[in-house]
């Protein structure tokens, strides 16, 4: 899906600025708990360190053309999109690594790549012969 291509409401974006810049103090706490996390606990089950850098991207603020603010909201957005794709990936791996175990069916939940692997939900011989119970 492109960028809408209509001019942007100057009056709407003004009155939800608040809530959107509001967001960067819990963005920064997650992002620091989450490497804190990432740092100490991946080394300990052995499972390989997620590269940061390929989640979070800031260069749209280099952009000439946009105005200072344009890029101010760039360089939150990538930050930001970055930061939840990355602790989604860290999640993920996390997931993967303590469960293993699908969801119940359910047609309008959206699992995540990862859990295709995962043992089936009530699969409970499977399991039992994985962990040599």
């Not at 989450?34 to 260069?59: A, G, Q, T």
């Not at 749209?60 to 200072?68: A, I, P």
């Not at 175990?101 to 499977?126: L, M, T």
């Amino acid at each position: 899906m492109r960028a809408s291509k209509r001019p942007i409401p100057f009056f709407r974006n003004l009155v939800s600025f608040p809530f959107i810049s509001i967001l960067i103090a819990p963005l920064v706490i997650l992002d620091i708990f989450m490497e804190i996390y990432h740092r100490i606990c991946f080394p300990l089950y052995k499972i390989p360190y997620v590269i940061r850098r390929d989640y979070i991207k800031i260069d749209r603020h280099k952009l000439k053309y946009l105005r200072w603010y344009e890029k101010i909201g760039c360089a939150y957005c990538g930050y930001g999109n970055g930061l939840l794709l990355y602790s989604s990936e860290i999640a993920g791996l996390t997931e993967k690594y303590w469960c293993g175990i699908k969801h119940a069916e359910d047609p309008n939940f959206k699992s995540q790549k990862h859990q295709k692997d995962f043992f089936e939900y009530g699969d409970e011989e499977e399991l039992n012969q994985f962990l040599g119970r």
